[in-house]
């Protein structure tokens, strides 16, 4: 199976700062790379897919970079509601897999 | 707007079968890809696998002995059995939409995700 890594585990951060979580693959994954959100209590919202693509409608403070197998996702200016678990997942082949997962805090 | 709706026991015993089925609501069934997922407090998400309208499944070889994918296409449904289940698979466990835009895949719609406790 691929492993995907992400750091940090957790990030604290405040409204209107920049942060950026890093996503590493086992091997090379291409842009086979997509992130995810989930809120406490939440099911988990789908963010971006091909390592950069956000989907129609996806807000534009979101945006990923990447390619092989270092991938980031960064947001720009924090509003209370990106206060959220953030995964990556590799599309490259199956099984699927998943980061553990970034928690970010307020 | 396509919704998915999940359900299922909530409460297994050891050496019995979880199961769980999900319903498709709002959007097409056919040209998509219906996974189930799960995930234990504190850890990843880990994929179970996953079925096509047709009934051609796809699964995770971590778990492939005991899991098996069905789909009720004329009820938009798809459902999960895990036999002989431990502690080990108590998780909350979600169903999602995978959708294939060309060569990349992800999943775009979730469900709200049924905790499923295994304890005697």
């Known amino acids: 199976d691929i492993q995907m890594t992400q750091s940090p585990s957790s990030l604290s951060a405040s409204v209107g700062d920049r942060v950026t979580i890093t996503c590493r693959a086992s091997?090379?994954?291409?842009?086979?790379l997509n992130w995810y959100q989930q809120r406490p209590g939440k099911a988990p919202k789908f963010l971006i897919y091909a390592a950069s693509i956000l989907p129609r409608g996806g807000p534009s403070r979101f945006s990923g970079s990447g390619s092989g197998t270092d991938f980031t996702l960064t947001i720009t200016s924090l509003q209370p509601e990106d206060f959220a678990t953030y995964f990556c997942?590799?599309?490259?082949?199956?099984?699927?897999?998943f980061g553990q997962g970034t928690k970010l805090e307020i | 707007q396509v919704q998915l709706q999940q359900w299922g026991a909530g409460l297994v015993k050891p050496s019995e079968t979880l199961s769980l089925t999900c319903a498709v609501f709002?959007?097409?069934?056919?040209?998509?890809?219906w996974s189930w997922l799960r995930q234990v407090p504190g850890k990843g998400l880990e994929w179970i696998g996953e079925i096509t309208h047709s009934g051609s499944a796809t699964y995770n070889p971590s778990l492939r002995s005991r899991v098996t994918l069905s789909v009720d296409a004329s009820k938009n449904q798809f459902s999960l059995r895990v036999t002989a289940v431990t502690a080990a698979d108590t998780a909350l466990y979600s169903c999602a939409r995978g959708v294939r835009e060309g060569y990349y895949y992800y999943m775009d719609v979730w469900g709200n995700g049924t905790t499923v406790t295994v304890s005697s």
């Open positions: 997942q590799q599309s490259y082949r199956t099984p699927y897999t």
């Open positions: 709002g959007g097409s069934f056919s040209g998509h890809y």
């Open positions: 091997q090379s994954i291409s842009t086979y």
